[in-house]
């Protein structure tokens, strides 16, 4: 069964602008949950999707959105983005929430 | 709020045993789960404790005390390989992480 994919997996942005995000969740798993990754700060979570509603959104400014789609996958958006926005945004999908299977990350780098 | 403490780096040397603690603050506690992360990679789920007691896989071992808030994640027979970040992360209405424990395995 293939895994969890992420797209792309490296981007440089620079501040004012926008970017897309994509995960391809494991075949059969309905969850997917993003999370920002950064040294100082740790795993911080960013939202979590069921069936192509928003189950769960973390402390994150509404620059930061996302969707899923019908088939699982799923996308996240920055706007306007910040140097701060510099991160590793990790993509997870699950069957159920205390096992979460992630992708190998989108990393970020906004200039 | 949600809280999380584990200690930020761990040292051991191979064949020796480590425990990494991880104590908690939060509501709507459902348990605990443990990942890996090694430099560069994603993390990977290593264990998940709903109940009170230790659950066994192989090497590691994760142990769980609700009354206490408290649980650690204990490795074995440790290898080089192990060297990575773990970490906690308490299953809530969302996952909530620690910051991670980085555990250095030398020969």
């Known amino acids: 069964k293939a895994g969890v994919t992420q797209t792309p997996r490296y981007l440089i942005k620079t501040r004012g602008q926008q970017v897309t995000l994509s995960c391809s969740p494991i075949s059969g798993h309905r969850s997917v949950s993003w999370y920002q990754q950064t040294p100082g700060q740790g795993l911080q979570f960013l939202f979590e999707?069921?069936?192509?509603?928003?189950?769960n959104k973390g402390n994150f400014p509404g620059r930061f959105s996302g969707r899923q789609f019908s088939n699982s996958r799923s996308e996240m958006n920055v706007s306007t983005l910040e140097l701060g926005d510099s991160a590793l945004y990790l993509c997870?999908?699950?069957?159920?929430?205390?096992?979460?299977?992630f992708g190998p990350g989108t990393r970020l780098t906004v200039t | 709020g949600q809280s999380l403490e584990q200690p930020s780096e761990v040292t051991a040397v191979e064949g020796a045993i480590v425990q990494i603690n991880c104590t908690y603050q939060?509501?709507?506690?459902?348990?605990l789960s443990w990942y890996q992360q090694h430099d560069g990679g994603a993390p990977t789920f290593l264990s998940y404790n709903a109940l009170d007691g230790l659950e066994e896989t192989g090497r590691f071992s994760s142990f769980l005390s609700r009354s206490d808030s408290y649980g650690y994640l204990l490795l074995q027979e440790l290898q080089m390989k192990d060297s990575a970040s773990y970490f906690c992360?308490?299953?809530?209405?969302?996952?909530?992480f620690g910051t991670g424990t980085r555990l250095q395995v030398f020969p």
């Open positions: 999707y069921f069936s192509e509603t928003q189950r």
């Open positions: 992360a308490v299953v809530t209405d969302k996952l909530i």
């Open positions: 997870a999908s699950s069957l159920n929430r205390n096992e979460q299977y």
């Open positions: 939060t509501s709507g506690f459902y348990g």
